[in-house]
């Protein structure tokens, strides 16, 4: 008999239940129904905490493959309060200890990204047995090529520029599409090149307004009429990059009392400086949203077969992930407490400068 609860944290994204449905189809087809006990934890790390679950039959994960979201719904836990008490004097380590023994799991699975694996990390070198699964559009969990929901959200994100191309023909003005990533880059980029963006901004290559005003009057001398840049949420100038933490605490406080996000605050910059008509989209969480995509299933049901054999074999403290094209195991605590960040050298970057885009520096 194996006993295995599973919970989502964090950000949503695409495939979460396509990774779950992996874990449990490949658990009950090779042990059989009447030896494995699901049980779902609801709404992240709370769940856990506050002993909010019930055990999860097969229709539940009937159907799901192309199912958005997570089942089980997600919230954010701070990894660092996950020590402080809760407003009633809780321990939540403690209680999500006791939760996970009262219900005699072999096992937890935890579907997340960055946050969530620090906190999975924890309750391993707390005596749990844990499995992690890496979801996040951002692409930027360490020991893993590559986590499920980026692809989706590459689509998505391309879809947008793809439009915003359309009508800035139409209209010979600048536009601005801004891509999800606080952090990193990845998800910019790869929408940017596939969507034929013309600049690219992303957070670890830091932009100076000048020279993307200079790519701008390039084009425009080529005899372009419209330009389109993807702009990160992350992305940031040298003058802010060589800030030190308080000064640009200070100077982000300020640009964000004027502007909804950078892509705006970029946007006023161009237009002051060359006249031009800007108009900035933000496709935002629709880039999480909806069905995961074809590659998204595959990988994310690969991803769930693995995490069901490391069960059956009483493996625990791993993540499940893609290293060079294999789906392979990477011990937790390697992975918990470090950001996959683009190299600005990187050879994606350097075959994208070939193709004329600019990364704004
Ligand atoms: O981590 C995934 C992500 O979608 C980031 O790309 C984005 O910056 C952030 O989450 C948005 O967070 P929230 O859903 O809390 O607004």
New binding site residues.
Partial sequence: MKRVGFLTS??D?QALNAAMRGVVKTLWFTLGGDNVEIYGFFNGYKGLIYSDFRQLTYSDFSGILTRGGTILGSS?TPFKTIREPDENGLDKVKAMKQNYYKLNLDCLVILG?NGTHKTANLLREEGLNIITLPK???NDLWGTDMTFGFQSAVDIATNAIDCIHTTASSHRRVFIVEV???RVGW?TLNAGMAGGADIILIPEIPYDIDKIIDAINLRTKRGASFTILAVA?GAISKERSKMGKKELKESLARSKAKYPSVSYEIAAEIEERTGQEIRVTVPG?T??GGSPCPYDRVFASRLGTKAAQLIMDDEYGYMVGIVNREITKIPLEDVAGKLKYMEPDATIIQEARMLGISFGD
């Fill in positions: 964090g950000g994204c954010r990204g996040t559009i951002d999800m990533g606080h998800l949420e969480h880039q999480r």
